[in-house]
């Protein structure tokens, strides 16, 4: 079905953007619902002013709001999420409000909107800490923390209502996402030590942790591509890359992108990096792949194109 007008919760956030620029480039009308937490107007500078983009800014927590806002809209793109997955640990309520309880308002907003289609950045971090690697979609999921518990309340939401009410619920786990734009993780955090202390690196765990990327245009195509020639009504997709990559080596690439040499890299210990991390993250996308869809983005490319995007907006004023 062919999308006339859709809301991006979370529009203005890192994925979000990517995911507006794409809609707007098919001619679709957008609206972008976000409360500007951890998303920025300047994310969306590439479309600014688009006869087809409104921007509203809104909380999904903010039932009313998220209804006035899906008016007309026939597809929601739910992005907005409290992204932080190590803040469960001190936030035991944050991921059941921003994860849980919000997707619960997008599926009934749109619901009463009659929107058709629902599609839900989930994550990985769903499967804790799998046996079988790659990790397909169809293995249990015993789950090691509170993000990944809400996002997987999220997907039942998603799938639950699907089933009631006749919609179409693609959902898709995404590995850790990098690029243009990229905001949090590991690659960002390696950058604010490395500015606080140029002459050693702190590694959250034993360093070896290995771990699937996606540069967010593989995983934006992705999200399009099962859009486009998913026949599936209700469904779940893997996206991430084939290749991985460990932490030390993360850590070797933003230190030479920087310019940097004979930094101490100084692992705490521990196959993992705090409660809750998973030490491989490697994914099997067979299901994705069998739609045509594959990453074009080499792992080390991306890496390196996303310490290059930090570094030239350390410059930039944040709004
Ligand atoms: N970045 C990754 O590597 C990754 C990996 C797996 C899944 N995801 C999921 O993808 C989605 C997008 O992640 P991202 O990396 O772009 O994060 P992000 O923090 O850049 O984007 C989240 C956006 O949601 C907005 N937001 C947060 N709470 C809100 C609220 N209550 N009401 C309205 N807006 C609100 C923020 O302002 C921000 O613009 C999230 O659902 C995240 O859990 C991301």
Redesign the pocket.
Known sequence: MKIARALV????????SHVVERLLADGVAVVV????????LR?LAAVAGHANLSVVE????DRGALADAMQGADAVF??????DVRGGMHHTRADLE??TI?TWNVCEAARLAGACTLVF?????VYGEPAVFPTPEDVPLVQTSLYGAS?LAGEAMMQAYAEYFGLRSLVFR?????GPRY???VVVDFLRKLRADPARLEILGDGAQRKSFLDVRDTVAGVFMALERSTERKAVYNLGHQDSVDVLTVARLVTEELGLAGVRLEPTGGVRGWLGDSPVVQLDTTRIRALGWAPVIPLEVALRETVRDLVRREAEPAN
């Open positions: 919760t979370g529009g203005a956030g890192f994925i979000g619902f976000d409360n500007f937490s951890t998303g920025y994310n809104g909380d999904t927590l739910h992005l907005q999420a409290n992204a921003q994860n919000a950045a989930s994550s990985a971090t996002k995404f590995v850790s996402c990098i905001s949090h993780g």
